[in-house]
């Protein structure tokens, strides 16, 4: 039977118990159905209305939310920001007590500041789901990850994972970290001097040389440069990163035959992977999209139906 | 003895052994082929959880009396249960299989038990949603009364007799290891006691002693039997 769900908001992959991303992961693979349906509507949350409120440039994401609220029949609207009243200088606080006046069941949020969301959580009624805080969490795309590696090999437990690319900046290495170790797999991070994570190194082994990280991975997950958030010269060129880093067929060839490939998007083709990589059979970048949809289902499931047991 | 036993429950009385469980499968497979001989256009969908493995041993029957099987499905009513935003904790999502379309075709629904009629009512609008049927029957191994919403069941196991404080579970051996069908009661709620209570071990111990099997037997068969007199 079901661990449960004994949380109130997903803030993070790093509170969370296995138990606890077992449910998730169950749940978003029993949901996964529901998209192959020929109407793809179940009325789950009917009458929930969810706010998607997200502070920084998102594709994927967002409308990965969207459609998962909308196939749950959830009443959802989003808010970029770019064209909102934080134009006109209104504070997190001040606009997330002004949408919860209009009592929303929950916000999905993206922010440039870690701990945005927590602070949310803080302060509103709401239920808060952390779409990608800064460069602290972005649990779902973990999540989904994790489903994705699941489908592929059958369990997350010995796995080996090499994470690959601007460690530093990413969010999703690690709310990769925490899930994966959490469930048993072994993680190995690579990435140039300048953009390796001092906190992350004690959570995993961390190698300069994506050579020996991807030696007899059974997965290698690429990050994407972040080109935006790279005020100071953290690579002397983006030419030199690709050789250096990039992922190329020469390199997946070091892997275990049936290697999977794995990138958040989006993708900066010639930069961290090559675009014959991307493409290759052992991608699977497109299933990620797709069990994106299903994991955050799941997680607007679990957080709005059934009654809350437990308050965290 | 149940291999289930929900908290607060105690056994009352087995309804169903194996073999007359496996009788009145038997039983019914041959009534829904009497009433659908066209087996091949006959789609059985069983309810999780004990509705598919029901919905399975069904079909495998049919197929051995009229040589033709009907294609099995599988149906996960949680998402459209009514109830969903207001109990907890949530079940387990297993998911809906059904591999062939069912527009024109009967579908009989499978369940175990067949109570307020709420399950088969969410059952019914996930259904429509993935097709037009021509006709849609319902099957269950037990109906133990007390509808809520205006259902009535096709082919039917065992009708009971039962009140709201007693559960009717099914076990099923895909399931739980054994072919069973029993009849739980609630346990009456232990009377706080004034003076400290001797040590529990020694207590457990000596309830089975205190009531002995062919007396529960007998007090059910008594019941039974004032029932059925007053009716």
Same mark, same amino acid.
């Given at each position: 039977?079901?661990?449960?769900?004994?949380?109130?908001?997903?803030?993070?992959?790093?509170?969370?118990?296995?138990?606890?991303?077992?449910?998730?992961?169950?749940?978003?693979?029993?949901?996964?159905? =529901?998209?192959?349906?020929?109407?793809? %509507?179940?009325?789950?949350?009917?009458?929930?209305?969810?706010?998607?409120?997200?502070?920084?440039?998102?594709?994927?994401?967002?409308?990965?939310?969207?459609?998962?609220?909308?196939?749950?029949?959830?009443?959802?609207?989003?808010?970029?920001?770019?064209?909102?009243?934080?134009?006109?200088?209104?504070?997190?606080?001040?606009?997330?007590?002004?949408?919860?006046?209009?009592?929303?069941?929950?916000?999905?949020?993206?922010?440039?500041?870690?701990?945005?969301?927590?602070?949310?959580?803080?302060?509103?009624?709401?239920?808060?789901?952390?779409?990608?805080?800064?460069?602290?969490?972005?649990?779902?795309?973990?999540?989904?990850?994790?489903?994705?590696?699941?489908?592929? %090999?059958?369990?997350? %437990?010995?796995?080996?994972?090499?994470?690959?690319?601007?460690?530093?900046?990413?969010?999703?290495?690690?709310?990769?970290?925490?899930?994966?170790?959490?469930?048993?797999?072994?993680?190995?991070?690579?990435?140039?001097?300048?953009?390796?994570?001092?906190?992350?190194?004690?959570?995993?082994?961390?190698?300069?040389?994506?050579?020996?990280?991807?030696?007899?991975?059974?997965?290698?997950?690429?990050?994407?440069?972040?080109?935006?958030?790279?005020?100071?010269?953290? =690579?002397?060129?983006?030419?030199?990163?690709?050789?250096?880093?990039?992922?190329?067929?020469?390199?997946?060839?070091?892997?275990?035959?049936? =290697?999977?490939?794995?990138?958040?998007?989006?993708?900066?083709?010639?930069?961290?992977?090559?675009?014959?990589?991307?493409?290759?059979?052992?991608?699977?970048?497109?299933?990620?999209?797709?069990?994106?949809?299903?994991?955050?289902?799941?997680?607007?499931?679990?957080?709005?139906?059934?009654?809350?047991?437990?308050?965290? | 003895?149940?291999?289930?036993?929900?908290?607060?429950?105690?056994?009352?009385?087995?309804?169903?052994?194996?073999?007359?469980?496996?009788?009145?499968?038997?039983?019914?497979?041959?009534?829904?082929?009497?009433?659908?001989?066209?087996?091949?256009?006959?789609?059985?969908?069983?309810?999780?959880?004990?509705?598919?493995? !029901?919905?399975?041993?069904?079909?495998?029957?049919?197929?051995?009396?009229?040589?033709?099987?009907?294609?099995?499905?599988?149906?996960?009513?949680?998402?459209?249960?009514?109830?969903?935003?207001?109990?907890?904790?949530?079940?387990?999502?297993?998911?809906?299989?059904?591999?062939?379309?069912?527009?024109?075709?009967?579908?009989?629904?499978?369940?175990?038990?067949?109570?307020?009629?709420?399950?088969?009512?969410?059952?019914?609008?996930?259904?429509?949603?993935?097709?037009?049927?021509?006709?849609?029957?319902?099957?269950?191994?037990?109906?133990?009364?007390?509808?809520?919403?205006?259902?009535?069941?096709?082919?039917?196991?065992?009708?009971?007799?039962?009140?709201?404080?007693?559960?009717?579970?099914?076990?099923?051996?895909?399931?739980?290891?054994?072919?069973?069908?029993? !009849?739980?009661?609630?346990?009456?709620?232990?009377?706080?006691?004034?003076?400290?209570?001797?040590?529990?071990?020694?207590?457990?111990?000596?309830?089975?002693?205190?009531?002995?099997?062919? $007396?529960?037997?007998?007090?059910?068969? $008594?019941?039974?039997?004032?029932?059925?007199?007053?009716?």
């Amino acid at each position: 039977m079901s661990a449960g769900f004994p949380h109130r908001h997903l803030l993070g992959i790093e509170p969370l118990e296995p138990s606890h991303i077992e449910t998730i992961l169950d749940t978003a693979q029993g949901l996964r159905e =529901v998209l192959d349906r020929p109407i793809k %509507k179940v009325p789950a949350l009917r009458g929930k209305t969810v706010v998607n409120l997200f502070y920084e440039a998102s594709t994927r994401t967002r409308s990965s939310f969207e459609i998962a609220e909308k196939v749950l029949s959830a009443d959802s609207l989003s808010i970029a920001t770019g064209t909102s009243s934080v134009q006109k200088g209104e504070t997190l606080l001040d606009t997330a007590k002004n949408l919860e006046a209009m009592n929303p069941d929950m916000i999905v949020m993206r922010h440039g500041s870690s701990g945005a969301p927590h602070f949310l959580a803080r302060h509103c009624r709401s239920a808060i789901v952390n779409a990608g805080d800064g460069a602290h969490e972005h649990p779902t795309q973990a999540l989904l990850d994790a489903l994705t590696l699941r489908q592929k %090999k059958g369990r997350l %437990k010995g796995l080996k994972v090499a994470i690959v690319g601007d460690i530093l900046h990413s969010r999703v290495a690690r709310s990769n970290v925490w899930l994966l170790t959490k469930m048993g797999a072994k993680v190995v991070l690579s990435a140039p001097p300048t953009l390796m994570s001092p906190g992350l190194e004690a959570l995993a082994p961390t190698t300069y040389s994506i050579d020996e990280a991807v030696e007899g991975a059974d997965a290698i997950m690429m990050l994407r440069i972040q080109l935006e958030r790279m005020g100071g010269g953290y =690579v002397p060129s983006l030419r030199e990163y690709h050789r250096r880093f990039g992922l190329t067929e020469e390199r997946v060839k070091r892997a275990q035959k049936d =290697v999977i490939i794995m990138h958040p998007g989006p993708m900066n083709r010639g930069v961290e992977i090559a675009s014959e990589v991307a493409d290759g059979p052992y991608s699977v970048i497109l299933d990620q999209v797709t069990n994106g949809v299903a994991v955050r289902m799941a997680v607007l499931l679990l957080l709005l139906g059934g009654a809350q047991e437990a308050q965290s | 003895m149940t291999t289930r036993m929900p908290p607060g429950f105690r056994e009352r009385q087995e309804l169903m052994d194996k073999s007359r469980l496996a009788r009145t499968l038997s039983r019914m497979a041959h009534e829904i082929l009497e009433r659908e001989p066209e087996v091949a256009r006959t789609v059985l969908v069983g309810v999780r959880t004990r509705g598919v493995p !029901l919905a399975r041993r069904l079909a495998a029957l049919m197929a051995e009396a009229s040589g033709v099987g009907p294609v099995v499905g599988a149906l996960d009513i949680t998402l459209y249960r009514d109830d969903l935003t207001t109990v907890g904790p949530q079940p387990v999502i297993k998911g809906t299989d059904i591999p062939c379309s069912i527009d024109g075709r009967t579908v009989v629904l499978v369940d175990d038990v067949l109570y307020t009629g709420r399950t088969v009512r969410a059952a019914l609008d996930e259904l429509i949603d993935f097709g037009r049927p021509a006709r849609i029957e319902l099957a269950v191994l037990v109906d133990r009364g007390h509808r809520e919403l205006p259902i009535r069941a096709d082919f039917v196991g065992r009708t009971l007799t039962t009140t709201r404080q007693e559960m009717v579970q099914v076990e099923l051996a895909e399931e739980d290891g054994v072919d069973q069908v029993v !009849l739980l009661e609630r346990a009456p709620v232990p009377r706080p006691r004034a003076a400290p209570s001797p040590p529990r071990v020694a207590k457990r111990r000596r309830l089975p002693k205190r009531r002995p099997k062919a $007396n529960l037997k007998a007090a059910s068969r $008594n019941r039974q039997r004032t029932r059925r007199g007053t009716r």
